[in-house]
């Protein structure tokens, strides 16, 4: 049995108010009855990642600073848009529009060049597209009317979003209600596009293994609670690889496994226990390659520099950093600008 009409709330239009482009009007009640009998009529919604991401759900990864989320990022994109394993996780190719907030285009292009190359990709027309929105970053409300505009008949089956504070607009991260409002505002991407929607986001700062997966991310626990699918990049103790841990609504568990950072890509690192995690420790275990690689390639001041660094293993002496650093100066890979900032030397 199902009523014919929903009642009206106060704000929200009735079942077929409302010119085009507005929210939807709310849904019907149904009787149990008819939800069970749905239940065993409607097919269950394509896994684009198996084991991890269907269409039509939210998905964020959760990392320190630096560490290589846009590129787990593109990676995704690629391997969704050419049905290859990503992580060793089967994909189910769909279409895909990255949202880039945060690289400037030039670099993107680069690092999309690299994966595809590294992945041998084949990428071909109508399976995967980049909007380069740096420079036009506005709360998530605002921008959600042109994104849907522009997605809704597109076949989309997966849409990234990076990085998501660009999107908070006057948002206060650590506020439960303004990061439900931005993640509301996902989840409408979600219902009217019928694409999965998936984000990055940032640990909090310090060493994060004592730390339960999903509290690890930083700002509000909502973070932690709202995505349907919850994936986590924890240092693991062995240099360059990361434990990744899925926390997931919509499928049964997945044991955790350690991924091994091997630019452009991660690559599946089986042999290693995944429960291994970095501890808080001598900084002088940090090679130099990875503090390299905490470089943002546009260029950061010092100080920037080390607080990614200590965000992404833990550290907190600066002497060390600086030696690390005066190394990478007399090895020529870096060089050193006005005011104590740091550049990457170019090839």
């Not at 009787?31 to 759900?57: C, I, K, N, T, Y």
């Amino acid at each position: 049995m199902q009523l014919n009409r929903t009642p009206r709330l106060e704000g929200l239009p009735a079942e077929g108010d409302g010119p085009p482009g507005q929210r939807p009007a709310l849904p019907p009640i149904l009787d149990a009855v008819e939800v069970l009998a749905r239940h065993g009529r409607e097919p269950e919604p394509q896994a684009l990642v198996r084991g991890m991401l269907h269409r039509g759900s939210k998905m964020v990864i959760g990392g320190g600073s630096k560490s290589y989320k846009t590129w787990a990022l593109t990676d995704l994109a690629v391997s969704v848009a050419s049905g290859l394993p990503w992580w060793g996780l089967e994909t189910s190719p769909a279409r895909v529009l990255y949202i880039n907030f945060e690289i400037q285009d030039y670099f993107f292009s680069r690092r999309l060049g690299e994966v595809t190359a590294a992945k041998l990709a084949p990428i071909r027309p109508a399976t995967l597209d980049v909007w380069g929105l740096r420079g036009h970053a506005a709360p998530l409300e605002a921008l959600a009317p042109e994104i849907i505009a522009r997605t809704r008949d597109g076949g989309y089956g997966l849409l990234i979003i990076d990085p998501i504070y660009k999107c908070q607009g006057g948002r206060d991260d650590n506020r439960a209600g303004d990061v439900a409002l931005l993640l509301n505002e996902v989840e409408r991407l979600t219902t009217v596009t019928g694409a999965a929607a998936v984000f990055g986001a940032h640990f909090s700062k310090g060493n994060q293994a004592a730390k339960q997966a999903m509290d690890r991310i930083g700002g509000s626990g909502v973070y932690a609670r709202d995505p349907d699918s919850i994936l986590t990049l924890t240092p693991h103790e062995e240099p360059y690889c990361y434990t990744a841990e899925a926390t997931l609504r919509n499928f049964p568990h997945m044991e955790p496994f350690v991924v091994r950072w091997d630019f452009p890509l991660f690559r599946p690192a089986a042999a290693l226990d995944a429960g291994r995690l970095r501890r808080a420790g001598r900084p002088e275990s940090v090679p130099a390659d990875e503090v390299l690689e905490l470089l943002d390639e546009g260029g950061m001041s010092a100080g920037q520099w080390f607080q990614a660094v200590a965000d992404a293993h833990g550290i907190r002496s600066r002497q060390t950093f600086y030696a690390i650093v005066s190394r990478l100066l007399a090895a020529g890979r870096i060089l050193k600008e006005g005011r104590g900032s740091y550049s990457r030397a170019r090839p």
